[in-house]
């Protein structure tokens, strides 16, 4: 049986603020937002190259927890505290060197981005709301998840991806990525998530945790990505629906490119990032030879393999 913890208790309800004026200064208080954070973030040409950090010391390993895997789905607002206890307990074991963890919305973000329609951006003051329900929602699930980690003795520290990247037309345009990279150099584990955050040209989008990872991947130099889902890896049809699904062992971007219905498929059925959608997002990754690694995150002891590089039931994708 799963241990459930309804976080935010009762659905939360749309309370839409009316009027244009307020839509009017909304915007003007976006684009000064903007503007200062213009000023404030690193230029895109400084991001891309892994860090000094991380030149100097062992590569990073990113780690996904997938929504699917930490929370109830089909129940808002609600995590799935046993899995979460049980991969906090893994990660502790596996004493990896220099961890990121990011973790996606699940039954917490989702539903709320989907309600205000985020992803779309600004174009009604009632969304404005509900840019901060989405955000509040996933700082509950980042609060959970980091408690959990410090009582199994993880130095970890949630950062709001919204307070450090700002997106342009739904992609990544600027990240302050120098706090992570300061951070892992001390030994702390940044917790970070799939965020509502503001964005240059709609006003504000979704980036999605696949997104941030692939990013975080290639500034950092990571060395290997890990995600932890609900199904054992990359099928060759969705597992949920399909019992005759193959498990893919081991794949490389060539053999992922000459297979044109992946792409077809991430587009009719996983816009919002089903398994498809994320293998794309990661694509970049690993190009920049971050070895990635998709495993069931809900079944025991598979975390714990994958950050010890230990042999393990999932999916490898390399470069070539
Ligand atoms: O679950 C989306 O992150 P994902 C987060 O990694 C929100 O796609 C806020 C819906």
Avoid at 108 to 128: R, V
Avoid at 171 to 193: A, C, D, H, Q, T
């Amino acid at each position: 049986m799963q241990a459930e913890t309804s976080a935010l208790g009762a659905k939360l309800t749309g309370a839409g603020i009316g009027g244009c004026e307020v839509a009017l200064v909304a915007k003007k208080k976006l684009k000064q937002v903007d503007a200062q954070l213009e000023k404030q973030l690193e230029p895109p040409s400084s991001q891309e190259k892994p860090t000094r950090e991380s030149e100097l010391k062992s590569r990073a390993i990113i780690l996904k927890l997938g929504g699917s895997a930490i929370t109830i789905k089909d129940k808002p607002c609600t995590a799935n505290q046993s899995v979460i206890e049980n991969l906090a307990r893994e990660i502790a074991e596996a004493k990896v060197q220099q961890l990121v963890l990011v973790h996606g919305g699940g039954s917490f973000g989702h539903p709320l981005a989907k309600e205000y329609a985020i992803n779309e951006g600004l174009k009604h003051p009632s969304q404005i709301i509900g840019f901060s329900k989405t955000h509040d929602a996933m700082t509950v699930l980042n609060q959970l998840v980091v408690e959990t980690l410090i009582r199994h003795n993880i130095p970890a520290v949630g950062i709001a991806p919204s307070s450090f990247v700002v997106t342009k037309l739904g992609r990544i345009e600027k990240m302050k990525v120098n706090i992570i990279s300061k951070m892992l150099e001390m030994g702390f584990v940044p917790v970070l998530y799939g965020d509502a955050v503001l964005d240059t040209s709609r006003g504000f989008a979704i980036l999605s945790g696949d997104q941030l990872i692939a990013k975080l991947a290639i500034v950092l130099g990571a060395e290997r990505i890990i995600l932890g889902v609900d199904v054992d890896g990359l099928c060759t049809s969705d597992p949920k629906s399909d019992p005759s699904a193959r498990l893919i062992e081991h794949t490389n971007l060539n053999e992922l490119k000459r297979e044109h219905s992946w792409i077809d498929k991430a587009k009719v059925t996983d816009v919002t990032g089903g398994m498809y959608g994320k293998i794309i997002e990661l694509i970049p990754a690993i190009e920049q030879r971050a070895r990635t690694l998709i495993v069931n995150g809900t079944k025991q002891g598979t975390v714990r393999r994958a950050l010890c590089n230990e042999k393990v039931k999932g999916t490898i994708i390399d470069r070539e």
